[in-house]
């Protein structure tokens, strides 16, 4: 096995891109050059000048899928009993429920996929440093685009997908916020503002347009989108432990999926690649596996994240590294 992390890389000199090692090369790797403070802040500024562009909703019903909403109540019914100012399960759901649209809809009308991935990062870090296609830690995820640089700095992938577990941990989040707001004095609307601003889509007031489209008109219920969006959950060994995984393929997608589209962002689609979240204390770490089946480049490849850390500078790469999917049989068994 060959290992490399970003953070090494990013010390190292290297080759430009048209050198990089062939596809089927499991050992040859040319880092890519790490970004700099500038090259950065370009790269993070135009992402979300991008999702803006892409975040009017269009005018009809709003629909979600129905497990995924099924979730989102559940878990806004929750966090208003528990709340420290008035607000009710159905504005909870609303409140909460608002920057999904604006974030992953991308002018879309189908409902939302739970199995949305990023396609507005480009940062060097975030690709195989062989450069191989398909290889791509695409690091916001789901819904609510939870991502490694924020939110999503302590959840896996998986987690990001799976309704239930991102809904139980998103929605109580954004009414505590509101209420927070509410109680230093803030009038609702900018208590909402507040609740948003993890989320780069609603800087335009899209989020609050679609949070009053849900109040007034309601959220249908679509039956074609299930709780993990397409993905699959399986139960997988990765080096002699037993854990739960997700197998995510983009070609599976329910609901919207025009991110699925080479065409649809700067960043690359993902070959299907398995998500899993492994270690305990501080070595917790998300880890996402490409089975050499599934990617075509004749090699397993895993790429792992410590929790805490932002994808686009704390990724390690490591060819020969594989898992057995115990659920049917594939990979490494």
């Not at 975030?126 to 690091?139: E, I, Q, S, V």
């Not at 609050?208 to 969006?229: C, E, F, K, L, Q």
């Amino acid at each position: 096995m060959t290992t490399l992390t970003a953070l090494a890389a990013a010390a190292l000199l290297c080759t430009p891109q048209t050198a990089l090692a062939a596809p089927d090369d499991p050992v040859a790797f040319v880092p890519t050059p790490a970004d700099t403070p500038a090259e950065r802040a370009e790269a993070d500024r135009e992402a979300v000048e991008e999702k803006l562009a892409n975040a009017a909703i269009p005018p009809g019903p709003l629909s979600f899928g129905a497990e995924p909403l099924a979730a989102a109540r559940n878990a806004a019914e929750g966090a208003a009993a528990g709340a420290s100012c008035a607000i009710t399960a159905e504005s909870a759901t609303a409140l909460a429920l608002a920057p999904v649209w604006p974030e992953v809809s991308a002018s879309s009308s189908l409902p939302p996929s739970p199995m949305t991935l990023s396609r507005y990062d480009n940062q060097s870090g975030l690709y195989d440093p062989a450069g191989r296609d398909g290889l791509f830690f695409n690091p916001g995820v789901g819904l609510w685009q939870m991502d490694s640089a924020g939110l999503g700095t302590n959840n896996t992938a998986g987690e990001a997908i799976d309704s239930v577990w991102v809904s139980d941990f998103v929605v109580p989040y954004i009414v505590d916020k509101y209420c927070a707001a509410i109680e230093r004095g803030s009038a609702a609307p900018a208590a909402r503002a507040t609740a948003w601003a993890d989320w780069n889509a609603c800087a335009g007031g899209d989020c609050d347009t679609v949070y009053w489209r849900a109040m007034n008109t309601g959220i249908g219920s679509d039956p074609s989108v299930g709780r993990h969006g397409g993905a699959q959950p399986r139960t997988c060994e990765f080096e002699g432990a037993s854990y739960d995984c997700l197998f995510v393929d983009v070609a599976d997608a329910q609901g919207a999926d025009w991110w699925t589209r080479p065409e649809s962002g700067r960043s690359p689609v993902p070959s299907p690649f398995y998500v899993l979240r492994a270690g305990s204390g501080d070595g917790v770490r998300e880890v996402r596996v490409w089975l050499a089946a599934d990617s075509g480049h004749g090699v397993d490849v895993t790429v792992t994240r410590p929790f805490g850390g932002n994808a686009r500078d704390s990724l390690s790469w490591t060819d020969g590294l594989g898992l057995c999917d115990t659920t049917t049989g594939r990979g490494s068994c």
